[in-house]
């Protein structure tokens, strides 16, 4: 397992494991976004702790195939906007596409401005998933139904990576 670990902004970033499973639900109640699914879907979670162990933030995938649900992205608050959130949201998708993800969605109606800034990620109808995604409760959850749906294309962006010589 450590040889799995990210650091950044003086965190840990980590796998999630099932040990942190009460301290995310508890991160996620904090900034208001749901549990539905993240059980089931925990073995796609990263977490990210201080120096002393601490929960400072998560950020987790839920694999349907060749396309992913990228949700619950949440830093808590003493730690927002330092670029945990960031680091995060990076390691998550390098991870998404060496495993061969292709897209990833999620569904904001919050952070849209942060996803679509930082790293590319642009409106998308959400029809165009709801097949793919059907299987998720987090995408069914009637609290989900007036977000804004966003995609990624990892393809498109390990070509611009490559092209342009950045290194994310
Ligand atoms: C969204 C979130 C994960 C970002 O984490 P973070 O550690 O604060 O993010 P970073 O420090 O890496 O980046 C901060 C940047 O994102 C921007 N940002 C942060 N939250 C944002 C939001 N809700 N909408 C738009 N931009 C946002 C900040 O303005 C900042 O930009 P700047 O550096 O150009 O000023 C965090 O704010 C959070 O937990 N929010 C509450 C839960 C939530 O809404 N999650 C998204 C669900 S899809």
Redesign the pocket.
């Known amino acids: 397992m450590e040889s799995k670990r990210t650091t950044c902004q003086e965190m840990n970033i980590f796998p999630a494991v099932q040990a942190d499973l009460a301290d995310v639900l508890a991160l996620l109640t904090s900034?208001d976004?749901p549990h539905e699914g993240v059980e089931e879907h925990f073995s796609g979670f990263l977490v990210a702790k201080d120096q002393d162990g601490r929960l400072a933030?998560t950020i987790g995938i839920e694999r349907h195939g060749s396309v992913a649900l990228l949700r619950s992205?949440?830093?808590a608050g003493q730690?927002?906007?330092?670029?945990?959130?960031?680091c995060l949201t990076n390691v998550l998708l390098e991870t998404a596409r060496k495993s061969g993800i292709e897209k990833v969605v999620?569904l904001?109606s919050?952070?849209s401005?942060?996803f679509a800034r930082?790293f590319g990620f642009a409106e998308a109808a959400r029809s165009d998933y709801d097949g793919r995604l059907a299987d998720s409760p987090e995408w069914r959850l009637p609290r989900c139904s007036s977000a804004v749906c966003m995609s990624l294309d990892l393809n498109a962006t390990e070509k611009t990576q490559s092209s342009t010589g950045t290194n994310n």
């Not at 730690?79 to 960031?86: A, I, P, V």
């Open positions: 900034v976004l933030g992205a949440a830093v730690f927002q906007h330092s670029g945990l959130g960031s999620l904001t919050t952070a401005g942060f930082r």
